[in-house]
């Protein structure tokens, strides 16, 4: 299996964002701690323009894998546009190819 590197890209008091990648994959990390307005709109900007500048690196799309549990990160990727692809290591698998 090939080494990723992982680096925080959003931290804020209700909102993280990382990014672990490799040459194969890139796979976005989104804990939410709080869901308000500015966490929303922050989520809602923030991963389609780290799409574009993935997309622009030679990345074709951006991975996550959330807790089937947390319905509101699920809402949020589904707004998005992001379509799940299944359930792995307990966690269900989305994949972001650019807004809906």
Not at 50 to 59: D, M, P, S
């Amino acid at each position: 299996m090939i080494e990723s590197k992982r680096i925080t890209l959003v931290d804020k008091e209700d909102l993280v964002l990382d990014l672990e990648y490799n040459e194969d994959f890139a796979i976005l990390h989104l804990p939410v701690m709080r869901m308000n307005r500015s966490t929303y709109t922050d989520f809602l900007n923030t991963v389609p323009q780290l799409h574009t500048f993935l997309t622009t690196a030679g990345y074709s799309a951006v991975f996550t894998g959330i807790k089937p549990e947390d319905t509101v990160v699920a809402k949020l990727l589904n707004r998005l546009g992001a379509k799940k692809l299944g359930h792995a290591d307990g966690l269900d698998v989305y994949e972001y190819t650019g807004v809906k």
